[in-house]
């Protein structure tokens, strides 16, 4: 009895030296691609969360500058549309901070259908801000995440860089095209995008 179970003990198969080795690689290869493929998914879920966030941002600052250009109205007074000592009454956007290395103007200041002066601009840091004369002794609010940079900030009144501004009144209807350049880095990524927009005075200038 004793040597028939000896005889059965020896004959039990097990894995050998080398098919464990190579089970334990196939397995660390199987495990290898899985993590891969996982964090080129996550990598690319955070690229398309970043990119929908800048395009978020940058749509919204597009549309809260088109909405507020649109209800402007002619300053009348000539109180709030002041750049230097010169003064534009009657018109309605007055082009402001002009910078001589771009050869453009990065700010634009028009009175509301409150009648209240607010200005759009980019500062010397490159932040995108408003201020309005209702805020006397507040900063400007920046209207874009610092997350971002401004890369360019350009308004063209009526098509036409040279001019300095519009007048309520005239032949061709008030209107601002507002080209914005935006930079984005984050997750090592550098990301891009311009809009542009053209908008018009709704409210009448009669």
Do not use: W
Request: hydrophobic content about 40%; glycine content about 8%; overall charge neutral.
């Amino acid at each position: 009895m004793f040597q028939v179970s000896r005889f059965r003990f020896h004959n039990q198969k097990g894995f050998t030296l080398v098919e464990l080795l190579v089970a334990l690689t196939l397995f660390m290869i199987v495990m290898d691609i899985t993590v891969s493929v996982f964090i080129s998914m996550v990598g690319h879920q955070k690229r398309m969360l970043a990119e929908q966030e800048f395009l978020s941002q940058t749509s919204f600052v597009a549309e809260l500058m088109s909405a507020s250009l649109r209800q402007a109205v002619p300053d009348r007074a000539g109180n709030c549309l002041v750049e230097g000592q010169n003064k534009y009454p009657g018109y309605v956007y007055l082009l402001t901070r002009y910078d001589a290395g771009s050869n453009s103007t990065k700010g634009i200041k028009f009175v509301t259908k409150d009648n209240v002066c607010q200005e759009f601009f980019v500062d010397s840091d490159g932040i995108l801000k408003e201020s309005k004369d209702q805020d006397e002794g507040q900063p400007p609010q920046q209207i874009l995440s610092g997350a971002f940079t401004i890369e360019d900030l350009q308004f063209v009144i009526n098509g036409d860089k040279n001019l300095l501004g519009a007048r309520s009144g005239e032949a061709i209807q008030p209107r601002v095209t507002i080209v914005l350049k935006a930079g984005l880095q984050k997750d090592g990524a550098r990301q891009e995008r311009i809009i542009q927009t053209t908008v018009s005075q709704l409210l009448s200038t009669d």
